[in-house]
């Protein structure tokens, strides 16, 4: 999922954005400079949060609702390592299509022309 928060006159060129950024992996291999900053950032982003024992017991909740194995935090970069540019391609092959796209937009008083631009978009 992805979300972002704007101003109702930003809808349109960051939804465009988003597509062009999605069908662009499902088109074409990453780089590998592309796959290592993504490694960076989200390892940097998980050993922050993963000092927090609430984020730790919620990761552990919902991975017991959803009945998913439990991962040693240990582990995790190996995890990380094991993703490739040519599984990153595989997998957006398989998910980025127009019968999987799903849009929220929560603003006041949309325009009929927002609503159908919208709709446009989504047939990618």
């Known amino acids: 999922s992805i979300e972002a928060e704007m101003s109702q006159e930003n ?11 999605l069908k662009s992996l499902s088109r074409s291999l990453i ?14 982003g998980l050993s922050r949060v993963m000092d927090d024992m609430n984020w730790i017991a919620g990761q552990f909740g919902e991975r017991e609702l959803l009945k998913l194995p439990l991962i040693d935090p240990d582990d995790l970069s190996d995890i990380f390592q094991r993703v490739t540019r040519r599984g990153i391609y595989s997998v957006a092959r398989q998910l980025f299509k127009p ?11 949309p325009s009929r022309r927002l609503k159908a ?7 990618f």
């Open 11 to 21: 809808i349109l060129p960051v939804v465009r954005a988003i597509i062009k950024e």
């Open 31 to 44: 780089s590998e400079r592309e796959l290592l900053r993504a490694h960076a950032y989200l390892w940097g």
């Open 99 to 109: 019968c999987n796209a799903n849009l929220l937009v929560i603003t006041k008083n």
């Open 117 to 123: 631009e919208l709709k446009r978009l989504l047939r």
